[in-house]
């Protein structure tokens, strides 16, 4: 098993640190700003003196504190970007093997489909720890060292957010991957569903009558702004995302072991 999973690190450790890079780059540098922002928005709020409502409100509160402002557009952009590079890893786990014909010597060792199936799982669900530990970790220590943190454990659910979220892409991604037959079209299909569900998202906050989209997007399975409020994530939400991250992996785990090759 240890040898499988270092074969799959070696595999995809060119993207992996280009993911860990751009992505941990994509929050820091948000991050660093926020100071800035929230700063001048404190001030046009002072200067205004006027207490707005609906929308323009919730976007100004967002912009007055560090956990709302990491609750807005720094989060979209990790769910976009982490969910599309973690979707990506788990469609491509087995594609690969097909399209490089590597798969019949691969499944011509001596470890099971199980075995195999397993060691890249492992890997991938490594790949996306380390990465969310890590712009977790600058996240929070950024809001420290500008002393414009005021809720550590709130930005800790904004990330563990991101983090199911983007399990749950990771489940959508092993479902596929027995189906699929080529990169090309694995990568097709990764990125596609990914951009998929956020113009889903987009569309939902436009008109009352597309709100339903929003039911089929797991951009909006938890509520990023409620979280950074404190009010903690929402347990349906969380059981949600579990669930299509564990059926997924599972399904495509029976479908796996079951293939004619």
Same mark, same amino acid.
């Given at each position: 098993?240890?040898?499988?999973?270092?074969?799959?690190?070696?595999?995809?450790?060119? &993207?992996?640190?280009?993911?860990?890079? =751009?992505i941990?780059?994509?929050?820091?540098?948000?991050? /660093? %700003? %926020?100071?800035? !922002?929230?700063?001048?928005?404190n001030?046009k709020? %002072?200067?205004?003196?006027?207490?707005? #409502?609906g929308?323009?409100?919730?976007?100004?509160?967002?912009?007055?504190?560090?956990?709302?402002? /990491?609750?807005?557009?720094?989060?979209?952009?990790?769910?976009?970007?982490?969910?599309?590079f973690?979707?990506?890893?788990?469609?491509?786990?087995?594609v690969?093997?097909?399209?490089?014909?590597?798969?019949?010597?691969?499944?011509?060792?001596?470890?099971?489909?199980?075995?195999?199936?397993?060691?890249?799982?492992?890997?991938?669900?490594?790949?996306?720890?380390?990465? #969310?530990?890590?712009?977790?970790?600058i996240?929070?220590?950024?809001?420290?060292?500008?002393?414009?943190?005021?809720?550590?454990?709130?930005?800790?659910?904004?990330?563990?957010?991101?983090?199911?979220?983007?399990?749950?892409?990771?489940?959508?991604?092993?479902?596929?991957?027995?189906?699929?037959?080529?990169?090309?079209?694995?990568?097709?299909a990764?990125?596609?569903?990914?951009? %998929?569900?956020?113009?889903? #998202?987009?569309? #939902?906050s =436009?008109?009352?009558?597309?709100?339903?989209?929003?039911?089929?997007?797991?951009?909006?399975l938890?509520?990023? !702004?409620?979280? &950074?409020?404190?009010?903690?994530?929402?347990?349906?939400?969380?059981?949600?995302a579990?669930?299509?991250?564990? /059926?997924?992996?599972?399904?495509?785990?029976?479908?796996?072991?079951?293939?004619?090759?």
């Open positions: 098993m240890r040898n499988l999973i270092a074969i799959e690190f070696r595999q995809s450790r060119i &993207s992996f640190w280009i993911a860990l890079v =751009l941990v780059a994509l929050q820091a540098i948000p991050a /660093v %700003a %926020a100071k800035s !922002y929230i700063e001048n928005n001030k709020d %002072a200067i205004v003196g006027e207490v707005q #409502s929308e323009i409100a919730t976007v100004n509160d967002m912009l007055s504190t560090f956990e709302g402002w /990491v609750s807005g557009q720094p989060f979209t952009f990790l769910l976009l970007i982490f969910g599309s973690a979707m990506n890893w788990a469609i491509n786990s087995i690969k093997e097909k399209d490089r014909k590597t798969m019949e010597f691969l499944f011509a060792m001596p470890h099971s489909r199980t075995s195999i199936y397993l060691a890249k799982w492992i890997t991938t669900v490594i790949q996306v720890l380390i990465i #969310s530990v890590s712009f977790s970790g996240v929070l220590l950024v809001g420290k060292g500008t002393n414009i943190m005021n809720n550590p454990w709130a930005v800790c659910g904004v990330m563990l957010a991101g983090l199911l979220t983007t399990l749950s892409f990771m489940g959508i991604g092993f479902l596929l991957t027995p189906w699929l037959k080529t990169e090309r079209g694995a990568l097709s990764g990125i596609g569903i990914v951009f %998929a569900m956020f113009l889903f #998202s987009v569309l #939902s =436009l008109q009352e009558k597309m709100n339903w989209l929003s039911g089929i997007s797991l951009f909006n938890f509520d990023a !702004y409620s979280i &950074s409020q404190g009010n903690g994530l929402s347990l349906n939400a969380v059981i949600v579990i669930v299509i991250f564990l /059926v997924g992996s599972v399904a495509g785990w029976l479908k796996l072991i079951r293939q004619d090759l």
